[in-house]
């Protein structure tokens, strides 16, 4: 059986460092198929609009994207993944 001090010393430590690690890759790894996961979202999920992006911003969480759409305004689409850090990415309007 594992020593009682293994688990405090290494899992623990190994574990958070594995979160941390996630989160990092969310908020900056490459993110090319959110973003035209979440343009396709604001155009209302059937094919390309005229659109452009006003502003974003990602989190370890979620990214959030603004768009100003040719034709109905301002669009704000939020993706998050299924599982916090894992999973794919789902897109809403707001």
Do not use: W
Not at 40 to 47: F, Y
Not at 83 to 90: N, R
């Amino acid at each position: 059986m594992a020593e009682p001090g293994i688990v405090r010393r290494v899992i623990v430590p190994v574990f958070f460092l594995g979160l941390t690690a996630a989160g990092l890759y969310n908020t900056y790894g490459d993110s090319t198929a959110v973003q035209n996961l979440a343009a396709l979202t604001a155009c209302g999920g059937e094919r390309m609009c005229e659109l452009r992006m006003s502003q974003f911003s990602r989190s370890p969480f979620s990214h959030e994207y603004s768009y100003q759409l040719e034709k109905s305004g301002a669009v704000v689409v939020k993706c998050s993944r299924k599982f916090i850090f894992l999973g794919d990415y789902s897109c809403q309007k707001n």
